[in-house]
């Protein structure tokens, strides 16, 4: 239990936000207030009493989003007291806190909720990949911008950026998945938010070899339109690094394998630097290829590569990119954005760009550095898998395990890749 001293307020909002590791409410205050914040058990409840507040608005759950919370309402136990209640589904752990008003909301009391499940699912997202494993994947971390209580840009007809740009980023992944040799992870994959340096240390603990973030454009004139593509700075670059340096527990593990802890300062930023500069040389290079095969798709916004100083692009050694896939200000791309057809064609696009850039530089030590070079074939009807493995002396279960096929079912006009070495 918990109790801050401070004066009365209306609630005026309500949200809740689940993310894998825990459900957050948010209530909307016109001022700073006390509140006093305890659980009950047989049924699992949180209470929240807000001295002498009041409240005009109906307190409505999001069922879709509410997380371990399954109903929420509120009373008068006494004059001078509002309290309200939510409904659990299982025991969980508060934190709780308030916040200033930013732009876009005015004061909010905050309470998260732990639970016991959430902290094991949390468990089981974290995914590190071996990469000592030969012929491994490459990774690629697909960031979908904004979410939660941060919907970023928004469209005319109300369309928010958060939610198309994870539909995309989810199109992303299938695409890329299905590609042999590359497998995605997502940073988000529902409605809630991540901070930005937060998105990026997850690519880091994924080992990704690179990192793409997905976002809609918004601009006052309307008619702009068209996808761009955009990497660090250099600027931007040398000082995020400056104050990963600056933190020893970053720096210990920035340059692979290299501990820097018992390097002097000197040595340990030429090692940074070097690092820095191959993932910037790197990002260039995606970021050429990213928007050559949107150029092939659709429109551009501008012929070149963009530079910006974009906190989520300031990974030191992870390669990373960020995609404007279309301006959300413009009508019709805003409607095109909510069109699966359109999600599906930037996924491609995007795959097809990463492709061309691992096919072209592959990290050692991956499934595509090993097999780039391998022979291509297209299903043609009346082949089996079995006849093609004849044909080209390869076992049956390896050609299986180059293609990611499981059975003996192939499809016709399928591109097989023929592992040569
Ligand atoms: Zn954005």
């Known amino acids: ?50 001295q002498g507040s009041s409240i005009d608005i109906p307190l409505k759950l999001d069922k879709e989003h509410a997380g371990v919370i399954t109903g929420v309402r509120y009373g008068q ?7 309200v209640v939510f409904d659990l589904s299982e025991s969980a752990e508060l934190k709780s806190f308030l916040l200033e008003p930013t732009a876009q909301y005015n004061h909010r009391l905050v309470i ?20 000592s494993k030969p012929n491994r994947d490459v990774v690629i971390a697909i960031d979908a911008g904004h979410g939660g209580e941060d919907p970023g840009a928004i469209g005319k007809r109300k369309t928010r950026e958060k939610d198309v740009v994870l539909r995309i980023a989810r199109e992303l992944k299938k695409t890329i998945d299905a590609e042999s040799g590359m497998r995605a992870v997502l940073t988000r994959d529902g409605d809630y938010y991540i901070p930005l340096r937060g998105r990026y240390e997850k690519a ?14 918004a601009f006052k004139k309307r008619t702009v339109r068209g996808s761009s593509v955009f990497v660090l700075s250099p600027r931007g670059a040398s000082s995020e690094f400056a104050r990963l340096l600056a933190d020893s527990e970053n720096a210990s593990d920035l340059v692979g394998g290299v501990t820097l802890k018992d ?8 090692l940074l630097d070097l690092s820095q500069s191959a993932t910037r040389e790197a990002s260039n290079k995606v970021a050429v ?51 699966k057809e359109f999600q599906q064609r930037m996924a491609k696009a995007i795959t097809r760009g990463v492709r061309d850039y691992f096919y072209s530089s592959p990290p050692p030590g991956t499934w595509i550095a090993a097999n780039r070079d391998g022979l291509k074939y297209v299903v ?18 390896r050609l299986r395990s180059a293609n990611k096929i499981r059975g ?14």
């Open 380 to 397: 043609a009807r009346g082949d089996t898998l079995g006849g093609i493995a004849s044909r080209y002396s390869v076992s049956l279960n």
């Open 1 to 50: 239990m918990m109790s801050v001293q401070l004066s009365a307020a209306e609630v005026s909002g309500f949200r809740v936000w689940a993310d894998p590791v825990k459900t957050r409410a948010v209530l909307d205050l016109d001022r700073k207030t006390s509140y006093k914040l305890f659980t009950l058990k047989d049924p699992h409840r949180v209470v929240v009493d807000l």
């Open 408 to 421: 003996d079912k192939i499809l016709v006009g399928r591109e097989l890749i023929i592992p040569t070495s």
């Open 112 to 131: 998260d909720l732990f639970t016991k499940s959430g902290r094991q699912k949390a468990s089981m997202v974290k995914h590190v990949t071996d990469i």
């Open 204 to 217: 880091r603990k994924a080992r990704a070899d690179l990192f793409l973030s997905i976002h809609a454009d």
């Open 289 to 339: 290829d990213i928007l050559a095969a949107l150029k092939r798709t659709g429109n551009v916004h501008k012929p070149h590569v963009g530079r910006a100083n974009f906190m989520v692009l300031k990974s030191p050694d992870v390669p990373s990119v960020l995609i404007e896939t279309a301006f959300i200000s413009n009508p019709s791309e805003e409607k095109r954005l909510t069109e």
């Open 263 to 270: 390097k002097d300062d000197m040595l340990a930023s030429v």
């Open 77 to 83: 136990p006494d004059k001078n007291t509002l309290r």
